[in-house]
């Protein structure tokens, strides 16, 4: 490595004749040395802290949370009602005792609105008296994914859909038996099929407690 000065003379005299001089070796290795230690802390600071992901979109365990589909907001706005919408990819929640399914009796299957992934059946809905539909067991619990939820000053489980992350309502230790859970969910997050007339219902849990 190579260093430029002017030789003392010339500073008197005003000439800015250029002197070139040479580094020791073990200074230029010492210079080297303490780039590349910069280089791999920075790196491995980088690595460690990883891309910068929102905490609403982990779960308890930390993982995040990777709907399988993803479309953009004008998507989802020209495909569902203000109030779907609202509900399902704002987080909104409907009033109480005004949704389409609160008190619904007919059997069949409960499905997400805007993907149609299964989410309950009738024969775990029950009448909680809340308000809003309530199930003590999912149908299929793949298509689930919960969260903890620190808004409106609470601690609550929200629960989402695994395939589109929708928000479907929240999850409560309230429930009746055999499960224990109560699982809130908004009638604007879900969509009824019907079961075809002469399937007889097959009762699931404490029959007691099914609408």
Partial sequence: MMVFSLKPDDRATGKTTIVRRALPAVAVLALVAAAVATWRRDSATASADGPSVPAASQNPEGLTHMPKINKTDAQWKAQLT???????????????????????????????????????????????????PSFFAPGKPENFHTEEDHSHGMVRTEVTCNNCGAHLGHLFDD????????????????AFQKKPEGQAKTPTGDPSTNQ
């Fill in 82 to 132: 203000p109030e779907q919408y609202e509900v399902t990819r704002r987080k909104g929640t409907e009033r109480a005792f005004t949704g389409q399914y609160w008190n619904h009796k007919e059997a069949g299957t409960y499905k997400c609105v805007c993907c149609g992934a299964e989410l309950f059946t009738s024969d775990t809905k029950y009448d909680s008296g809340c308000g809003w």
């Fill in 175 to 190: 429930g009746p038996r055999p499960t224990g859970q109560r699982y809130c969910m908004n009638s604007a997050s879900l």
